[in-house]
């Protein structure tokens, strides 16, 4: 016997692992949503070059040193899975010259992402993210609606209590001004700082604010709140998406600690958490990366975006008992048959249900009428359809209502519009 690979998990339909129905739900839910909102959806092969993620993530971001499955494939190219979207996505933008097409454009995007992460709660090796990127624009409002949009499908999953937290890291110069800063001021306690944030302080001392050890939180904690160190462009830009959140009634707390693991981050970023989740509270994140087009090898275009985490989702849905997606599918009817003609007679009906849009099951392994009655019964069927070769003789069928147990009989052309005409009332 074979295991699944560490990290990585079956989603089996129903209740048994995972339940891939309330992650169908979920997915439609949310791509009507983005489709509302305008955007329109953009899938991209699951494996890049891996220099693609390493001059866009960062080459001293842990994704990029830690967590890629990369590796040389036969022709010697060295490739890695996805471990987040974004990147692709504009890559994908930049290949197809959209930048000199049509350069404004809104993607959505649902899948699989990969990294090697020590597996525990909330966290695994090929999760999913549902998210969105706008590349082409500046306008604050964009920034706005991309929160607004990932607010939207959370509230649509009716979680309760996340909350939303909202920075903004100016833009590279500001960035590097504040990297300064911070090397400065941290410099003289490096001694309280852990092994990695030592290292970070020489490579990217942006990313000490964002270690969650509690001694290298105690030196970080106070140092920011009083750093100034936006450049007016970048202030005036994070006041209007502010005004934007405001007059759509979004809820949010500017948090100065956001700072984001991915280097290609500029002016507003964002995460939201929720409470139910433990150490890996995050459930989404975004925000611009202005620079990352041109970085690719394009023009200088404004871009942002954010990625939910599926998983994480409805692990806090399953927690708060949320049940927008936790909905059943409706059960099908069963037609049960007795004999091999009766058997045929079955399959017929069958399809010429299914064909209306009445979900309907029959058997396939040979059991007997008393053994496909308990099945149709653990399958909740509601109605069940019996043909056997009397009935085939006299031209009717038995219907059964599995909740009263009554029986009655039926023309055998009139079953079709008889099971539609009784679900459609139930719907
Ligand atoms: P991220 O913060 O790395 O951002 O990931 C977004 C979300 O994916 C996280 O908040 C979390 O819910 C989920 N996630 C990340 N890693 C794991 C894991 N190992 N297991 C389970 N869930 C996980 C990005 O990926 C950016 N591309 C978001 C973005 C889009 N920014 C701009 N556009």
């Not at 759509?248 to 958490?273: K, M």
């Not at 989740?277 to 087009?293: F, H």
């Amino acid at each position: 016997m074979h295991a699944s690979v560490k990290g990585m998990y079956d989603l089996l339909p129903g209740s048994a692992g995972g339940s891939v129905e309330l992650r169908q739900r979920l997915e439609r839910c949310s791509a009507e949503i983005f489709e509302t909102f305008g955007y329109r959806e953009i899938r991209t092969p699951l494996l890049e070059e891996k220099a693609l993620f390493v001059k866009s993530i960062g080459d001293e971001t842990d994704i990029v040193t830690k967590e890629m499955f990369a590796f040389r494939d036969r022709g010697g190219r060295d490739v890695a899975l996805r471990p987040e979207g974004t990147a692709p996505i504009v890559r994908a933008y930049l290949e197809a010259n959209l930048h000199k097409t049509a350069p404004f454009q809104k993607f959505y995007y649902i899948g699989p992402m990969f990294r090697a992460e020590r597996p525990q709660a909330g966290r695994m090796r090929q999760f999913h993210q549902i998210g969105a990127e706008a590349i082409g624009s500046h306008d604050p409002a964009i920034d706005a609606e991309m929160i607004l949009l990932m607010m939207t499908v959370l509230d649509a999953s009716r979680l309760k209590g996340q909350t939303l937290r909202l920075n903004n890291l100016g833009c590279r110069s500001d960035k590097a001004r504040l990297s300064k800063k911070l090397k400065e001021l941290f410099s003289g306690k490096k001694a309280l700082l852990c092994e990695d944030c030592r290292k970070r302080l020489e490579t990217n001392p942006l990313r000490v604010i964002d270690c969650k050890k509690e001694n290298c939180r105690s030196v970080v904690r106070g140092a920011l709140a009083s750093l100034e160190f936006l450049c007016p462009n970048c202030a005036g830009h994070f006041s209007v998406v502010r005004k934007y959140l405001d007059l759509a009634g979004v809820q949010y707390v500017i948090d100065p600690y956001i700072v984001r693991g991915l280097d290609y981050y500029t002016g507003t970023v964002f995460e939201v958490s929720h409470p139910d989740l433990g150490a890996q509270d995050a459930l989404g994140a975004g925000g611009r990366y202005d620079n990352l087009v041109s970085d690719l090898g394009g023009p200088s275009l404004g871009a942002v975006g954010f990625a939910l985490g599926v998983e994480r989702m409805l692990i806090a849905a399953a927690k708060q008992g949320a049940t927008a997606f936790a909905g059943k599918t409706p059960p099908p009817v069963f037609i049960a048959t007795l004999g091999e003609e009766a058997r045929k007679k079955g399959f017929e009906l069958v399809n010429a249900l299914r064909s209306v849009g009445v979900a309907c099951e029959m058997d396939y392994e040979g059991k007997s009428l008393k053994a496909q009655m308990r099945k149709a019964d653990d399958m909740c069927a509601p109605l069940v359809v019996i043909v056997g070769d009397d009935e085939l003789k006299s031209g009717s069928a038995v219907i059964r209502d599995m909740k009263s147990k009554e029986q009655s009989s039926i023309k055998m052309d009139e079953v079709v519009d008889f099971m539609e005409e009784r679900v459609k009332r139930k719907t």
